[in-house]
């Protein structure tokens, strides 16, 4: 084969050519994205049931709703909250079941809900997108003072903004904040007890007296006629006009406009806004389809605004606030400059090492063409390049280049060493003598990353694009470094003077004094290195735990619940303040809030309120430096506010109500059936996680205490007089939960017309008891006649999973891990706690991830060990070689270790993955020793001279594998852009590990493999892999 | 059994956390500033009348005391009209002249009693002079005299008689305002006959109307003579007084008629008009506060009273509500400073905003 390569050298060049060629192409057309997206295939089920109070919701609206879903194929898990007004049930399928597919078996189902729910209220599914979805927010203000907030979202948005966002590929649904245009019918019940009308006669008129029909065609003597019926109002005039009752006493029509006034206002009973900078303006969240591209969305979309803003009436702008791209944009770029560096960096070292510049630079040729060829793969797969992807690329840049390292050195040793040799056989035999071990490095290397691959939810779809990038380009490296390479040195490089470089002089000389240190010490030595394992392995149970160090996202979102009765006027009073507190922060750029929810939004209550603060770059922070330094200023700050406040940041929230339903870092949930008691046990929890070290934001949702407006029907009235209990809800529906009448058409844009009392009948119950709504048998029913009308606190928001009721205390953790963190709060509440039966406790969060990650891992890594130590056997065919070379295992565990407890990472998910590369590469560094010592012992070296030897060889090899991989990482450990913080516990581990297990590989494994050799001679007849 | 459970698990809760129910409330500090920003509105504690306001549809009727009619009190033709439908007049203010031959014929009778009269002077001071000259004798001096009183007599009867009409203008009678007010109706044109049995103007003041309020049984109850209302309207408020309740309930409408009497200086209110009738019931003094001023917390009322840089929240005790007004026991007194608006947030200040709102 390599015989083949090096014969049609001109058409592998040519093949070279057309690698990087499609290689650059798959780089600039690879779709780009922060994350991997972590959403597990979930489908969401919203009804809106506008006047219902939360536990209604529940009983008529989730309970049948979770019923038919439940029993669905691949169901994994049924979530619902049920709140004043909106019914939301959270269907989870099996990780890998096809969206549209779990899509279809919902809306198959939901039919079956509509019947078993009340006629009026309609399921609908919410939009096809994931958490993450939320991938821009923009608002319309207007400048010119001309238009209101209604008509920015009634008119300009509603018919001008939207359809065009809409028509961008990738757009599933935009959700709009903001007050809507409505015609309201502001009745004077004085002026109607006076004329005799009753609430009942209104809404009629109202309902019978605006209908357009369609006629059919008529045929005349001016021909084929449309006939078009009329009926509908075309404004404020016309409603005023449209007679509601004869007065027979009088003999005279009352009209609308005889007991009611008309005005243009807005919709009432609106649960959200969204305000910018202190004031109300018009937002909405452009939301991604799911599997779309989230940078791709972005960017179509801005470029959208541009041309929507060419477009708008004068005053009116159109403002971009926030896109989940510009995190992309720059943890991408993070990771591409420490791709850079890192190449830069190792490039350098090997020129040092090999100490010839045509060596070094086909060497370092090859990293860049390996990467292409990833591209070229990754694109073809479908694999987006985000932080997990070119992380990946970045952690392994120095392992990409060792197998072009050793061929390239090899070759370069022979052509050196066999001057005027015909060059073509002389790269053959190099290439056939390294071949194997190449293989075998990248094999093991291979392997050791395989237990990645057991990983599921959001551990493994963040972390298996890692290890396969990683995984990729390693392949495609050792591809390069046996075909192009051997191409590239038979054209370019020339046979050096010396076989070793200056540097690497030096450094034989000065390891042949060590390595006589370590022969004559080597008890001692080993004794420390003992010694210094066990107490890294102590050192271990000191550092703590979590999945995966928060990403820097650049901005601050501050979660705010107020009591849950304040008003949406008093809501935005706090947003209000909050935003202009932030904004004397010269490190903010802008600060933004959502108050409540839009239409199709989230499912959260005026008293929860979302403030957004988008922050400069961190290099220009001067009030603070780190974010938690920031929370914590702010955290003081607002403490006058009235309100329950946490910090986190935009795509965490997500990630983290992804994970538990909440969004904090952990959620610990109370299950249970009796409202009442779960809140008592809720605040009992609440109370111990205060108390335990390191809990901030402790908050417990509040479950109860919604004040509720409770209409009894008085039954033997209603006997009396025959009413139904069905026409004074119907009545209610109209008057007081703001149910369309009917529309007024105005242009081609129709607007609700609805009913609303006049606030001093509105805000006052006693008042609300003396409208008439019903006239029967000649008498006039008032509200206080037909129905008990009383304040009473209720439930608030009622949370199910999988059927159960249960409560919510949630929590963010700082200056602590959350790993022992969860531990003792665990602990406490169970000794403080006791439960009544049926009642249990869950726990929820990222650290679930954490401790399911490393419970593979616990499973998995011994096993890939095994698997390295079987192939090592495979290898040596030598039990006793095979465990020495295993040796480096707890070598690399002691510099990795450490060197996580010194830079005070937690051991997460991420270092984890450390480890488990540092396992490889270690070992690596003695199959190169151990090999040739085993082949210089073939040669008929004696034990002592073998060992030596080989040591003074391979020192090259060894440290150069070594240090590019070391070096190639420093760039990750020294950036502090966006970006950077995942791989960076990873990187830590990594760099500790390769420094210890490389000077112990060099320093003690000689001495330990000549004592062991000693000490269980073993002939061995097979021949090992290095022949030459 | 749920309500044992929760017995024995509320003990198992709370068991240790007794001191903390028992705990004062305690002060809440804010600026002037946190105030403005979160629209906590101050207001100072006044007595006002602790009635319920009880407010009705109402119509406002002419006070039938203060209207006034014009007739003619004789047959004739008018001759002259001086207002129209909708003038004001003063009282004695000319409206009308009246021509009537009745009244020419009394004149002319009239003319002639005098002349009859002056005649029956002289010969009446002729005799007295020759009686006193002794030149006649007594009885036809005293013939002279009966004969001169009697033309006399009648001068004075048929004077009287014209008189009796009204003012003479001419041989018209004119006919004057007999009270102060618009004139409503006018059913007379110029040249017309009227007499007696015909309208001719009504005159309507305004400066007092009646309001016809219909209050709901149970508001009825509560009203009594003399209390004060107030009308509202769409052009401003009046007093009124109550002076009349009915005594019967309408069939359709199940509302008693209340009978306000309103001042009316400067005619806004206008017979006919739909108004609304408001009337302060029980209008003892005491202080009363805001409902918003109130927050329920853990079963207690809590009122905000305002020191300063800091908030006192105080238990109060009430009485009774009236009116989206709490009659308050005790708690806070006259001329503290106490929130009224944004009290939610106070509230959320003490207890936080996991709040529960659940009694047991």
């Known amino acids: 084969m390599f015989r083949l390569v090096l014969k049609f050298r001109l058409l592998v060049l040519i093949a070279l050519v057309g690698v990087v060629v499609y290689g650059v192409y798959s780089f600039r057309k690879l779709p780009i994205d922060a994350f991997p997206d972590p959403t597990p295939v979930q489908v969401n089920v919203y009804t809106e049931a506008p006047g219902l109070s939360a536990e209604e919701v529940e009983t008529l609206i989730t309970i049948p709703i979770e019923s038919v879903v439940n029993g669905l194929k691949d169901v994994e898990l049924v979530r619902s909250v049920s709140l004043p007004g909106l019914s939301y049930v959270s269907v989870f399928f099996k990780d890998g079941t096809d969206v549209y597919f779990a899509r279809r078996l919902v809306m198959e189902k939901l039919p079956d809900a509509r019947e078993r729910i009340p006629e009026g209220f309609n399921p609908v599914m919410g939009p096809n997108s994931t958490g993450l979805g939320n991938a821009l927010l923009y608002v319309l203000h207007d400048t010119s003072g001309k238009y209101t907030n209604e008509e920015l979202k009634s008119v300009i948005q509603q018919w001008m903004v939207r359809p065009l966002i809409m028509s961008v590929g990738g757009v599933e649904e935009i959700v709009q904040f903001g007050p809507e245009i409505a015609y309201l019918v502001v009745p004077d019940p004085n002026k109607m007890i006076a004329y005799g009308i009753t609430l009942e006669d209104l809404i009629e008129a109202l309902r019978k007296n605006n209908v357009l029909v369609g006629g059919g065609f008529f045929q005349s003597a001016e021909g084929d006629l449309v006939v078009r019926g009329l009926g509908r109002v075309y404004s404020i005039e016309d409603i005023l006009r449209i007679p509601v009752k004869v007065d027979e006493e009088k003999g005279v029509s009352v009209y609308v406009g005889d007991v009611a006034r008309v005005v243009r206002g807005e919709v009432p009973n609106r649960r959200g806004a969204f305000t910018m900078d202190g004031r109300e303006v018009q937002g909405n969240v452009v939301v991604k389809r799911i599997y779309e591209n989230t940078k791709e969305v972005v960017d179509k979309v801005k470029k959208k605004l541009k041309e929507i803003q060419e477009i708008l009436p004068e005053g009116v702008k159109i403002e971009h606030l926030y896109d989940q791209a510009y995190l992309t944009e720059k943890a991408v770029a993070t990771i591409q400059k420490a791709l850079f560096s890192g190449m830069l960096l190792v490039a350098i070292v090997t020129a040092i090492l090999l100490g010839n510049l045509r060596a070094s630079l086909i060497v370092i040729s090859s990293l860049p063409i390996t990467l292409l060829t990833a591209f070229i793969v990754m694109k073809n797969t479908g694999m987006s390049g985000n932080l997990m992807t070119l992380g990946g690329l970045a952690i392994g840049i120095g392992m990409f280049v060792d197998s072009s390292v050793v061929i390239v050195e090899n070759i370069y040793r022979h052509l050196s060493e066999r001057r005027g040799a015909f060059k073509f056989s002389v790269i053959l035999d190099s290439i056939k003598e390294v071949w194997r071990p190449v293989f075998f490095a990248v094999l093991i290397i291979v392997i050791v990353f395989s237990p990645i691959f057991v990983f599921e939810s959001i551990e493994g779809k963040y972390f298996k694009p890692l290890a396969l990038t990683l995984i990729i380009a390693l392949i495609s490296s050792m591809l390069i470094a046996f075909t192009f390479i051997p191409v590239l040195t038979y054209y370019f490089l020339k046979p050096g003077k010396t076989t070793y470089s200056k540097v690497m002089q030096v450094i034989h000389r000065v390891y042949g004094r060590v390595l006589d240190l370590s022969f004559k010490l080597r008890v001692p030595i080993i004794a420390t290195v003992v010694v210094a394992f066990f107490f890294s392995l102590f050192l271990l149970t000191r550092i703590g735990t979590e999945f995966a160090p928060e990403l820097e996202e650049g901005s601050v979102i501050v979660k705010v619940f107020l009591d849950p009765n304040v008003s949406l006027e008093e809501a935005k009073r706090v947003a209000t303040a909050i935003e202009k507190e932030a904004l004397k922060f010269p490190e903010v750029v802008r600060t933004f809030s959502t108050v409540g929810r839009a239409e199709k939004g989230e499912v959260v209550d005026i008293n929860y309120i979302e403030t957004w603060i988008i922050l400069k770059p961190q290099s220009e922070w001067r009030s603070f430096k780190t974010r938690e330094e920031f929370n914590q200023i702010l955290r003081e700050r607002f403490a006058w506010l009235p309100a329950s406040i946490g910090f986190t940041q935009p795509i965490k929230m997500r990630i983290d109500e992804l994970l538990s339903g909440v969004r904090a870092d952990i959620a610990i949930k109370i299950f249970g059936q009796d409202p009442q008691l779960l809140n008592q046990i809720a605040e009992k929890v609440k109370e111990i996680t205060e108390k335990v070290p390191g809990a901030v934001d402790v908050q417990k949702e509040i479950q109860a205490g919604r004040l509720q407006l409770r209409v009894y029907p008085k039954w033997e009235t209603l006997e009396r007089f025959g009413i139904t209990a069905e026409e004074v809800l119907n009545v209610i529906k109209y008057s007081l939960g703001g149910a369309e009448i009917g529309v007024l058409q105005r242009d081609t844009y129709l607007f609700p017309i609805i009913l609303s009392l006049p606030e001093e009948f509105r805000g006052n119950v006693e008042r609300l008891k003396e409208i008439p709504i019903f006239e029967r048998d000649g008498k006039i029913l008032t509200f206080g006649d037909v129905a008990d009308i009383r304040v009473e606190p209720g439930l608030f928001v009622i949370r199910r999973e999988n059927n159960i009721r249960y409560a919510l205390v949630m929590c963010n953790v700082e200056g602590r891990d959350i790993g022992s963190f969860v531990k003792e709060l665990q602990e406490r509440i169970q000794r403080e706690i006791k439960l009544p039966k049926g009642y249990f406790i869950t726990y929820g969060g990222q650290f679930e991830n954490q401790q399911r990650a490393m419970k593979r891992l616990s499973v998995a890594v011994p096993v890939s060990i095994f698997l390295i130590f079987v192939l090592l056997y495979l290898n040596f065919n030598s039990v006793r070689d095979a465990l020495v070379v295993m040796l480096n295992v707890p070598f690399a565990v002691i510099g990795g270790i450490v060197a996580l407890y010194i830079s005070g990472f937690n051991l997460s998910v991420p270092s984890a993955i450390g480890f488990i590369a540092i396992f490889g590469i270690a070992t690596l560094n003695g199959v190169v020793l151990v090999s040739y010592i085993r082949y210089l012992l073939e040669e008929g070296y004696d034990i002592s001279e073998a060992v030596r030897k080989a040591a003074i060889l391979r020192i090259r090899p060894i440290l150069i594998t070594a240090i590019t991989t070391f070096i190639g990482l420093i760039p990750l450990l020294v950036i502090r852009d966006i970006g950077s913080e995942v791989q960076k516990p990873l990187a830590t581990v990594v760099v500790g590990g390769i420094l210890t297990s490389t000077l112990l590989t060099l320093i003690i494994l000689p001495a330990v493999y000549e004592m062991v050799y000693k000490r269980f001679p073993e002939r061995v007849e097979v021949p090992s892999v290095e022949r030459a | ?360």
């Open chain 2, 1 to 360: 059994m749920r309500v044992l459970l929760l017995l024995v698990f509320s003990l198992l809760v709370l068991g240790g956390e007794k001191h903390e129910h028992h705990e004062e409330m305690q002060e809440i500090h804010m600026t002037e500033e946190a105030l403005r920003e979160l629209g906590i509105k101050l207001d100072v504690v006044k007595k006002r009348p602790a009635g319920k306001v009880v407010r009705m549809p109402a119509e406002v009727r002419e006070n039938p005391l203060l209207s006034f009619s014009v007739y003619s009190p004789i047959e004739g033709i008018v001759r002259k009209i001086y207002v129209k439908e909708g003038d004001f007049v003063k009282k004695g203010d000319p409206v009308a002249e009246i021509y009537s031959p009745e009244l020419a014929d009394l004149i002319g009778e009239l003319e002639m009693a005098k002349v009859k009269m002056e005649t029956a002077k002289k010969i009446y001071e002729r005799d007295k002079e020759l009686y006193s000259q002794e030149v006649i004798p007594y009885t036809r001096f005293y013939n002279s005299m009966i004969e001169y009183e009697r033309a006399k007599g009648e001068y004075l009867a048929l004077k009287e008689r014209l008189r009796s009409f009204g003012d003479i203008k001419g041989y018209h009678l004119l006919l004057r305002s007999p009270g102060t007010g618009y004139v409503v109706e006018q059913n007379v044109v110029l040249g017309e006959g009227v007499g007696p049995d015909r309208e001719l103007f009504k005159i309507h003041s305004h400066d007092v109307l009646w309001v016809y309020g219909w209050a709901d049984e149970r508001s009825a109850r509560m009203i009594r003579e003399g209390m004060i209302g107030r009308v509202v309207h769409e052009t401003g408020n009046q007093t009124c007084r109550v002076d009349f309740i009915g005594h019967e309930v309408d069939r359709k409408t199940r509302r008693v008629r209340i009978r306000c009497v309103a001042n009316n200086p400067k005619h806004t209110l206008k017979p006919g008009m739909f108004v609304s009738l408001e009337i302060r019931t029980g209008g003892e003094m005491a202080i009363l506060i805001p409902k918003s001023a109130v927050q329920d917390i853990e079963g207690k009322k809590v009122a905000f009273v305002w020191k300063g840089g800091k908030f006192e929240p105080r238990e109060v005790h009430i009485e009774r509500e009236v009116d989206g007004y709490y009659v308050i026991e005790e708690g806070v007194r006259e001329g503290e400073r106490i929130a009224v608006s944004g009290t939610v947030f106070l509230k959320t200040k003490l207890v936080g905003v996991e709040e529960t709102g659940h009694t047991h």
